[in-house]
């Protein structure tokens, strides 16, 4: 199996977790980078994983869901009166986890049936990384 990584960096959006005793409850904003991991068996007839330039549907993916976004878990009841009153300010996206780990699980289950797509079936994501500014990430690797 040969792979290859593509990082989409300095993504803005903001972020809560609900459940959290701390500042993590407050929403906040990160600069995000979001690295994809391809894999194939078979390389194509330029002898990519993936033609790097080709990827423009999953930048325009992120550009529609998460630029300038508002992420929250779907089980955040306050985000309902949140969006009720002050929607025209938020651009909203919700996912079942918006933690880095679940942003991360959450994407692979995205992405990686586009880029199947893409390819005819020759390519796929094996992993997931998010990193939140400089200092956090996560990742979701897939198995085999
Ligand atoms: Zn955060």
């Not at 880095?100 to 199947?116: D, I, Q, S, T, W």
Request: charged share 25%; net charge negative.
């Amino acid at each position: 199996m040969l792979t290859c990584k593509k990082s989409y960096r300095d993504i803005p959006f903001a972020h809560r977790q609900h459940l959290h005793d701390g500042h993590c409850a407050l929403i906040h904003g990160h600069n995000w980078t979001i690295t994809l991991t391809f894999a194939c068996r078979e390389v194509d007839a330029n002898g990519f994983v993936v033609d790097f330039g080709k990827l423009g549907y999953l930048k325009d993916w992120i550009n529609k869901h998460l630029d300038h976004a508002c992420l929250f878990n779907e089980d955040d009841t306050a985000k309902d009166q949140l969006l009720a009153d002050y929607g025209e300010l938020l651009k909203p996206y919700i996912l079942p986890n918006c933690s880095c780990e679940g942003l991360a699980h959450h994407l692979y289950g995205k992405f990686n049936p586009m880029v199947r797509e893409a390819t005819e079936g020759r390519a796929w994501i094996v992993a997931v990384e998010i990193e939140e500014d400089s200092k956090n990430s996560a990742a979701y690797e897939q198995a085999e």
